[in-house]
């Protein structure tokens, strides 16, 4: 480290309380922290995949929750049909959300701007309905997962202190992913699009291939998250890939710092602590948190990273 | 037959009310340059409107007059207190803010109307089936529907095109820097636009009121589908939106309509009862997906850009 910069410092001191949690909740006796908190490691994991395409990359997609959804249907259509195991769950819900990602990124991506943002919404409200239309697997009503991903004996998901650092683990190897890419070589190709896709074809990039890549890359990432929170709820419904849920993510992105390292998870903690926080105050929770977004968005620029002075870059 | 024109009928003017809605998030996309998110809940907010004040006055027209006024004037002080900062910012955050917004209007109905959807009931006169050809009938509300959505659609068609504001929001939105610099007041030109826009959403949500329950929520799932619409029309196009918005209610009216009977012939009862509903629903979405993969920037582009 050459430098002390507060967001170092305010990121290392999240990392140490989200590594410790599980001992504070064992010393309280206070299990739903644990359990607020395993749900925030799992969005703050899809919140950083969204920020792979939407930060690093320039593509904002809109339709991002349905990898959760595609993920989580895999645990859950896999447990339904008597395969139970992890090793074979895990591998599904990800290449399921690759092929989903490759196919819409490769039709998406001929568009840019507004029409990329509401055509990867087309898509995920697609997807929404063919889940709403499964009938066999519950349909509208959602299908309930009775029996966690089995990891024969490597680690037991149903144990929550076990499940809680599963899922961080996931998290912080996702991070450690990203990190790698954006300072490789294709990671600074994908950062130089964005900035001037022109440029870049004309040094001779293909733009939208490396652009595709990123955008696969970063929805197989989102397809764990969601095969993820599928065990955490022991549930999976359409509901999942609603965009509103789209919506949230993005705010966790652009909350806690688009195009920063630890901005998304940040972010995520804190959107998902406020809105635990304030639902216990009132039950009109949203009354204050639309505003609050409002004056985010028109006064805090560069989210929460950004206000702390930009170091997280990468 | 009775069934064909019926349904015709019914995504005619399913059609015809997504135009309303998408009219307004055109004219504010394609002149501010803004994505308004929240325009669904003006939508709602429209209908929540119309029931409270046709329930207090007891007269139809004159409680959706009210709200029609109210519609307006809540479009535009949204304007003025918030949407007018985000002119000029990314879309990344207009999409944050509005989406922020839609979470306030909601909560907002929740506090005041309470959970529980309103119903809009229909005055006698509106309620009796006209005979549209011989022997046909059809519903005179939803017959009203379609003349008011289309003498609105004229109206703004002359509007924007044969009058000096309709000009200026024309000149606004091909060069916004340039009518400033002319003495044009464009802030206020804006507003105006806006609460444009809000009333042609108040209408649409108070006309549609009586079809459907009044209930939280009821502005996202048809904002979704003017997005669609504009979309596939071309942003900042009000002839894409139109002809759109008739495009896309006729395909999902006769899709929801036709489709499981299509369905049943080429596949097994079961599956087909499973797959109609989703496939139906899918329609459009799959139909923005060509259009787009097909021609990126919209059928009909508006020629500005």
């Known amino acids: 480290m050459k430098t002390f910069t507060v967001s170092k410092v305010v990121t290392a001191l999240m990392l140490a309380g989200l590594v410790l949690l599980p001992l504070y909740s064992h010393l309280t006796g206070n299990i739903f922290i644990l359990t607020l908190f395993t749900r925030i490691v799992i969005l703050a994991l899809a919140a950083a995949s969204l920020n792979l395409i939407m930060g690093y990359g320039g593509m904002t997609s809109f339709g991002h929750a349905a990898y959760l959804g595609i993920g989580g249907y895999a645990v859950g259509i896999l447990a339904q049909e008597g395969v139970g195991s992890g090793f074979i769950q895990f591998p599904v819900a990800l290449a399921a959300s690759a092929i989903y990602a490759l196919v819409i990124g490769a039709l998406s991506l001929r568009t840019r701007g507004v029409y990329f943002i509401m055509i990867t919404l087309a898509f995920a409200q697609m997807a929404y309905y063919v889940a709403s239309g499964l009938a066999r697997y519950g349909g509208d009503d959602g299908l309930t997962v009775y029996k966690r991903s089995d990891f024969s004996g490597l680690v037991n998901l149903g144990d929550r202190v076990q499940f809680y650092y599963f899922c961080l683990a996931c998290l912080l190897g996702v991070v450690f992913l990203i990190w790698r890419i954006v300072n490789s070589r294709f990671g600074l190709v994908v950062q130089g699009l964005r900035s001037n896709e022109q440029r870049m074809q004309a040094i001779g990039f293909p733009a939208k291939r490396y652009q595709l890549v990123c955008f696969v890359i970063s929805g197989t990432m989102c397809g764990l998250a969601g095969a993820l929170l599928a065990n955490n709820t022991d549930f999976v419904s359409p509901a999942v890939m609603y965009w509103t849920r789209s919506g949230d993510l993005m705010v966790m992105v652009i909350l806690g710092g688009m195009g920063t390292l630890f901005g998304p998870v940040i972010g995520a903690v804190v959107f998902l602590l406020l809105e635990e926080f304030l639902s216990q105050i009132t039950e009109y929770w949203a009354l204050i948190m ?5 004056l985010i968005v028109l006064f805090g620029r560069g989210g929460i990273m950004g206000s702390l002075g930009r170091s997280g870059r990468g | 037959m009775l069934l064909v024109v019926e349904q015709f009928l019914n995504g005619l003017q399913f059609g015809l009310l997504l135009f309303l809605l998408a009219a307004g998030l055109t004219l504010v996309f394609g002149i501010m340059d803004l994505v308004n998110l929240a325009h669904g809940s003006l939508y709602m907010m429209g209908a929540y409107f119309a029931a409270t004040f046709v329930a207090w006055t007891g007269s139809f ?3 959706a007059l009210m709200a029609l006024g109210a519609t307006l004037v809540l479009g535009i002080v949204l304007e003025m207190t918030a949407l007018r900062h ?6 990344l955050d207009h999409v944050l803010a509005t989406f922020g917004l839609i979470l306030f209007f909601n909560e907002a109905v929740r506090l005041i109307w309470g959970p529980a959807g309103l119903a809009l009931p229909l005055p006698a006169w509106l309620t009796v089936p006209v005979p549209i050809l011989p022997g046909i009938y ?14 609105v659609a004229l109206l ?5 095109m044969r009058t000096r504001i309709g000009m200026l929001i024309r000149a606004g939105a091909s060069n916004r820097e340039m009518i400033g610099a002319l003495g044009i007041n464009i802030k206020l030109l804006y507003t105006l636009v806006f609460g444009l826009g809000a009333a042609l959403a ?3 949500g108070l006309m549609q009121a009586p079809i459907l329950t009044v209930q939280i929520g009821m502005g996202e799932n048809i904002l979704i589908l003017a997005f669609v619409i504009i979309v596939i029309g071309g942003i900042g196009s009000i002839r894409g939106a139109f002809l759109a918005a008739i495009f896309v209610g006729m395909i999902d009216t006769l899709g929801r309509a036709f489709l499981p009977n299509l369905l049943r012939q080429v596949l097994s009862g079961a599956a087909a009862s499973t797959a109609a509903p989703a496939l139906s629903s899918m329609l459009i979405y799959l139909l923005m997906a060509i259009v787009l993969v097909v021609r990126p920037e919209g059928l009909f582009p508006a020629s500005r850009r």
């Open chain 2, 202 to 204: 108040g209408l649409a």
């Open chain 2, 61 to 63: 027209l004159l409680g």
């Open chain 2, 138 to 151: 059809y519903p005179a509300y939803r017959l009203a529907i379609i003349v008011v959505a289309l003498l």
């Open chain 2, 156 to 160: 703004l068609y002359l509007g924007v």
């Open chain 2, 86 to 91: 985000l002119y000029g910012r990314d879309h």
């Open chain 1, 290 to 294: 639309g505003p609050l977004l409002l």
